[in-house]
């Protein structure tokens, strides 16, 4: 069983605070098999980073996307308010979905 | 542009079977490029892949749920479905139906608003 840990479980942050999210994964990540998404209160979760680094359509510049092998990262350079939510990262292997247990941001 | 909508039954008993369809509108859900997904989230919890199928009809299912979940396709209808027998309480959540973009190292790319499931007598 493919396992996603997230770290760490919330970060609270000012506004203009840089956030940096974990993600290790229990075995290497096949090629470019990772994503992260972003779930507001109440809402539908939406897909902010795929192929580990590559933004989303529409999604601002200050989130980005990072790592390789076992251990990816999820950074938003300059918090504004309406970052507050729940990210989650989640990864493709042999045709079996995986979700991490998410972080908490708070701002 | 591309929408997904879940319907079905909000309240299930428990020992029965759950089914859900999601209606897929604005371009085809017969193309090769993509997969049509099934993730829940029970209430206050993440999100949990239930399994996937291709409009050819090949299925993926989380081994966890394997024993009680069937997905199906009806490329006619542009729908696909889901079935989660023997349910109980443990099963209510919000329900999301989705798409995974196979070009973008398969994320789920769209989702629908999601449904939610309440397993109770």
């Known amino acids: 069983e493919f396992v996603l840990t997230q770290s760490p479980a919330t970060l609270s942050l000012s506004p203009g605070e840089r956030a940096t999210l974990s993600c290790r994964a229990g075995?290497?990540?096949?090629?470019?098999?990772l994503a992260w998404y972003q779930q507001k209160p109440g809402q539908t979760p939406r897909l902010l980073i795929h192929?580990?680094?590559s933004r989303a359509a529409g999604i601002p510049d200050r989130f980005s996307g990072g790592g390789s092998g076992t251990d990816f990262t999820l950074t938003i350079s300059r918090l504004e308010p309406e970052d507050s939510a729940i990210y989650y990262c989640?990864?493709?292997?042999?045709?079996?979905?995986?979700f991490g247990q998410g972080t908490k941001v708070e701002i | 542009q591309l929408q997904l909508q879940e319907s079905g039954p909000g309240l299930v008993k428990p020992s029965e079977t759950l089914s859900l369809t999601c209606s897929v509108s604005?371009?085809?859900?017969?193309?090769?490029?993509?997969?049509w997904s099934w993730i829940r989230q029970p209430p206050g919890k993440g999100l949990e892949w239930i399994g996937s199928?291709?409009?050819?009809?090949?299925?993926y299912y989380n081994p966890s749920l394997k024993s009680r979940v069937t997905m199906s396709v009806d490329t006619s209808k542009n729908q696909f479905s889901l079935k989660v027998n023997s349910v109980t309480a443990a099963d209510t959540a919000l329900f999301y139906c989705?798409?995974?973009?196979?070009?973008?190292?398969?994320?789920?790319?769209?989702w629908g608003q999601g449904t939610l499931v309440t397993v109770s007598p």
């Open positions: 192929s580990v680094s």
């Open positions: 075995q290497t990540v096949s090629r470019q098999y």
């Open positions: 604005g371009d085809s859900i017969s193309q090769s490029d993509f997969f």
């Open positions: 989640q990864q493709f292997e042999n045709f079996q979905w995986t």
């Open positions: 199928i291709h409009y050819t009809g090949d299925t």
């Open positions: 989705a798409r995974i973009d196979r070009r973008l190292f398969d994320p789920f790319d769209v």
